[in-house]
């Protein structure tokens, strides 16, 4: 099951980084930063259903669009 | 004189040359049991596995044997499998190059290595590289073989199908010969006549999938090079002769280089000599000496038809499927749907099984078909990605794959072609939950040594009762069938493929080495009941 209550232990902070992370980057290398991170993050969740579900709601928008 | 069939290819080898036959003269049509149409290795494993099993096989194609283009180049272990079972295999790995590691590159860096690691205890390798017209020369070798025994094999030479008339009880074809035209009947047709499949155009059978744009250049290159017998991939290579490039060993100092050249090229002029050595002298360095053997340039689809079986005439190859060549998927699979349909034809013409049997060729190779046309796609895919940001995608995965394991799982540059379990099949009988999941019903069995010999090699070319520990008739007969028994020992290479957790085991094994039915025990009831499944007859 994919959690979609919140679950970030330092909301703030983790917030903080990923922009700090891309802190200097051009666009282009900022992209390939965050497919990179994608997958890094796709592989430490490794369930394909709940990466199916994650797929599917960031394509909705987080459940908004119709 | 005209030549009323002309070669469209040049020949590797002649095998069967054209010779008049008495059916040319004949006042009305000859009538025969089986026409196959097309000597690829399809059409000619076809003709052999018919011949072999007693089926009065005659096969037309419009040459005289193998062409020169090598095309096809790793055969898989199931094909080989296969191949041995039909008295093929044998010079196919003498000739063959065996390999096991391939390397996987970026631009100018190693990602990483892999071992198709076979597991031990089975009679032939993973793979081998052999020229497609070698393969081709060693079937029909082995259709000679057949022959010299007495199999119904008989080959025609420079004799096109040009019009196949299907009738309910037969098929009536035009041939045209050098001289001249005659017609034939068929209560079986059979067309193996390729990709371009003239007898699917003939009739108005459509043949949809995706088209890929882009263009690869195959250079073939003899050498004395000391590069491994291993297989290399570069994703935008830093020699850039391409946006990706393969390197892969064949026999004879034969080297397979294949470039992606892209969608919008000047055919013609990539096909200059000048212009293939100046991208394989980036590849390979300089001072390389090496002579071009064979060059094409391919684009490919992956697409097949909606149905394998049309009435009497049936499809198998590519004529029926098609697959981009990363995975090595095409003659592999033709061979696979030989295997499945020889035996049900087989039993259909011996009046031992119902024509319906026929349908689950049609069922069990789309089912076999879509699988490697889902590989083959994702493999191209990810090799020519078809956005920026499935490119970017695709780049983000190399980048990972060079330090972190998990991001090669992804790399995909081919998935090697496995042979295909048919789960759901209607052929299919009882399973056992305490078995090994990879010898479940609908899957061909893994190979093992027994006692003096192969796994593979015991089993009949019928039906086959395969024991583990229980006791059972020694011979079954039942819907007209005599199914022999072969009683095995568990070593630990039967425990593992084949008993798992079950204290004994019974398996009900079909005529292609698939398994039909599986139980812990023997019971005349059970196993007669999943023979009359196996054979179409529920
Ligand atoms: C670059 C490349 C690399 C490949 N690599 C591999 C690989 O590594 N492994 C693999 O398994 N597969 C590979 N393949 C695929 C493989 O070559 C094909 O799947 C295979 O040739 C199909 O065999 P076939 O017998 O169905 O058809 P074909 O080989 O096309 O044979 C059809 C035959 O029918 C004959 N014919 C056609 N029309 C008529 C007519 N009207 N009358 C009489 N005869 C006719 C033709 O002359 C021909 O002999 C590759 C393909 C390409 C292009």
Not at chain 1, 31 to 44: D, G, K, T, V, Y
Not at chain 2, 294 to 322: E, K, N, P
Not at chain 2, 341 to 346: F, G, H, R, S, V
Not at chain 2, 358 to 384: K, M, P
């Amino acid at each position: 099951m994919l959690i979609t209550t919140p679950n970030l232990t330092r909301p703030d902070e983790t917030y903080a980084a990923l922009i700090a992370t891309h802190e200097g980057l051009s666009e282009a290398e900022s992209h390939a930063l965050n497919a990179r991170l994608i997958l890094i993050l796709m592989n430490h969740i490794g369930d394909d259903a709940v990466l199916t579900e994650a797929m599917r709601l960031a394509r909705d928008k987080g459940g908004q669009a119709a | 004189m005209t030549d009323l069939v002309p070669e469209r290819y040049t020949l590797a080898f002649r095998l069967y040359p054209y010779a008049k036959s008495p059916d040319q003269e004949a006042a009305t049509p000859a009538r025969h049991k089986v026409i196959v149409v097309g000597g690829g290795p399809i059409g000619l494993a076809t003709a052999l596995d018919l011949g072999r099993r007693g089926v009065p096989v005659l096969l037309l194609d419009d040459h005289e044997g193998a062409g020169l283009g090598s095309r096809a180049l790793c055969f898989s272990k199931r094909t080989l499998e296969i191949c041995d079972r039909l008295g093929a295999a044998g010079p196919m790995l003498d000739k063959g190059v065996q390999w096991n590691v391939g390397k996987v590159f970026h631009d100018d860096r190693l990602l990483y290595e892999f071992n198709l690691l076979p597991e031990a205890g089975h009679a032939f390798p993973a793979f081998i590289n052999l020229q497609q017209p070698w393969f081709e020369k060693f079937m029909h070798d082995a259709i000679l073989d057949a022959q010299a025994e007495g199999a119904p094999i008989e080959l025609r030479g420079r004799n096109r199908v040009d019009a196949v008339i299907p009738a309910a009880d037969h098929v009536a074809l035009d041939v045209m010969t050098p001289d001249g035209p005659y017609r034939l009947e068929a209560d079986w047709l059979i067309a193996c006549d390729g990709a371009r499949s003239p007898l699917r155009g003939m009739m108005g059978l459509s043949f949809d999938g995706r088209v890929f744009e882009d263009n690869f250049l195959i250079a073939d290159v003899k050498m004395k090079a000391d590069f491994p017998t291993e297989r290399w991939f570069w994703f935008e290579p830093h020699f850039k002769s391409g946006d990706s490039a393969l390197l892969h060993k064949q026999p004879d100092d034969i080297w397979r280089i294949d470039f992606q050249l892209g969608w919008n090229i000047d055919r013609a002029k990539e096909l200059e000599p000048a212009n293939i050595r100046a991208r394989v002298d980036a590849m390979l360095g300089p001072g390389v000496e090496y002579e071009l053997d064979w060059c094409s340039i391919y684009t490919f689809q992956c697409r097949r038809m909606g149905r394998f079986r049309h009435g009497r005439v049936l499809f198998a190859g590519d004529s029926a499927h098609q697959v981009s060549p990363f995975g090595a998927r095409g003659a592999n699979s033709g061979i696979q749907d030989v295997d499945n349909l020889a035996w049900k034809l087989a039993l259909v013409l011996d009046g031992a099984a119902p024509e319906a049997l026929l349908d689950t060729y049609d069922s069990e190779r789309v089912h076999g078909a879509d699988e490697n046309i889902l590989n083959s796609t994702r493999a191209t895919d990810f090799i020519t990605p078809k956005t920026p940001v499935s490119k970017m995608l695709r780049n983000a995965v190399l980048e990972l794959a060079e330090t972190l394991p998990f991001a090669r799982t992804v790399v995909n540059s081919g998935r090697l072609s496995l042979p295909c379990t048919y789960d759901g099949s209607a052929l299919n009988g009882p399973d056992h939950a305490a078995m090994p999941a990879r010898t479940r019903p609908g899957s061909p069995c893994p190979d093992a040594p027994v006692a003096g010999g192969w796994l593979l090699n015991r089993l009949g070319r019928g039906f086959t009762l395969l024991t583990i520990g229980a006791p059972a008739p020694e011979v079954l007969t039942a819907h007209g069938l005599a199914v022999p028994r072969l009683a095995l020992d568990a070593t630990p290479e039967i425990r593992d493929r084949y008993l798992g957790d079950a204290e004994a085991a019974v398996y009900l094994i079909r005529p292609d080495q698939h398994v039909a039915a599986r139980w812990d025990h023997y019971s005349a009831g059970a196993v007669s009941d999943a023979l009359a499944r196996a054979i179409g007859k529920e």
